[in-house]
């Protein structure tokens, strides 16, 4: 795989040309940014940015007013290839918070090993309804200790609007569920993402991550999906490359919440 020149296509598919991910939300692109408008319970903020020492300061005033007129927190996700340079620093500055870093890593779908089962004992169940729905932010909220509301609504709304956009997943040991993976899917795109993939304590490092990888890389392969993108934790990183998956550059979400009135 030419590193560069999928991180090129990353950044054209994914960002630049990005799609909204949502039934109610819209991309507009303003000057050299491009912004996901979402509701207050979606995400808002911007995926992709073409700017430089001498139009980054403006930008970024101009979509702190935006969604703060619309009484939005938003995120500005910003790619470790972005520039200028001292974007980061500019974001800080301005009032955004640093989330911690993560990796962007891409492998070629039929690439990987498609034949990873989960361990003995435990099943894969495709989430189609409203039930699976809420195992899968069960298990969210057990793995990573937050709040699955907003996730139960999204995957619900992207089920009942735009089902072929989405494939969840979630492990299963007896009735307990105990992992649980998402993939996102965008239609002219050449990239599925893999999202959420979360396990309780008392089955990490047994396999099912590995399993729920596999088994999204084979919807992905089926559908005609060249690429799987995953923005990996220092957790996951290891797994991923061991898989298959090449890291390609580093990520970082920026937040904002708009200063109350």
């Keep these: 795989m030419d590193?560069?020149?999928?991180?090129?296509?990353?950044?054209?598919?994914?960002?630049?040309?990005?799609q909204p991910d949502g039934p109610d939300t819209r991309v507009e692109r303003v000057g050299g940014v491009v912004r996901q408008v979402s509701s207050a319970r979606g995400w808002n903020g911007v995926?992709?940015?073409?700017?430089?020492?001498?139009?980054?300061?403006?930008?970024?005033?101009?979509?702190i007013a935006f969604f703060s007129g619309l009484g939005r927190d938003f995120e500005w996700k910003l790619y470790g290839h972005d520039r200028p340079v001292d974007l980061g620093e500019r974001l800080r500055a301005a009032?955004?918070?640093?989330?911690?870093?993560e990796?962007?890593?891409?492998?070629?779908?039929?690439?990987?090993?498609?034949?990873?089962?989960?361990?003995?004992?435990?099943?894969?169940?495709?989430?189609?309804?409203?039930?699976?729905v809420h195992l899968v932010a069960d298990v969210h909220e057990k793995a990573f200790g937050t709040d699955g509301s907003r996730l139960r609504?999204?995957?619900?709304?992207?089920?009942?609007?735009?089902?072929?956009?989405?494939?969840?997943v979630?492990?299963?040991?007896?009735?307990?569920p105990v992992s649980a993976a998402r993939m996102e899917l965008l239609p002219g795109t050449r990239f599925a993402g893999l999202w959420g993939g979360g396990t309780v304590d008392g089955w990490r490092g047994r396999g099912v991550y590995r399993a729920l990888v596999a088994h999204r890389a084979r919807a992905a392969v089926e559908r005609g999906y060249r690429y799987l993108q995953v923005d990996a934790s220092s957790q996951s990183r290891p797994i991923?490359?061991?898989?298959?998956?090449?890291?390609?550059?580093?990520?970082?979400?920026?937040?904002?919440?708009?200063?109350a009135a």
Excluded: C, K
Aim: net charge negative; glycine share 6%; hydrophobic share 45%.
């Design 103 to 132: 990796t962007l890593m891409i492998a070629e779908a039929a690439g990987l090993d498609l034949d990873a089962e989960p361990p003995e004992g435990v099943r894969l169940l495709p989430v189609t309804d409203a039930a699976g």
């Design 47 to 63: 995926v992709w940015s073409d700017l430089d020492e001498t139009n980054a300061q403006a930008a970024i005033s101009e979509q």
């Design 3 to 18: 590193h560069a020149a999928v991180l090129a296509l990353f950044d054209r598919d994914m960002r630049e040309d990005a």
């Design 153 to 168: 609504e999204q995957l619900l709304a992207r089920l009942a609007g735009e089902p072929d956009t989405i494939v969840a």
């Design 170 to 176: 979630v492990a299963l040991a007896g009735d307990e």
């Design 95 to 101: 009032g955004f918070t640093a989330e911690p870093e």
């Design 240 to 259: 991923l490359e061991r898989l298959g998956f090449a890291p390609l550059t580093t990520t970082t979400p920026y937040t904002y919440v708009p200063r």
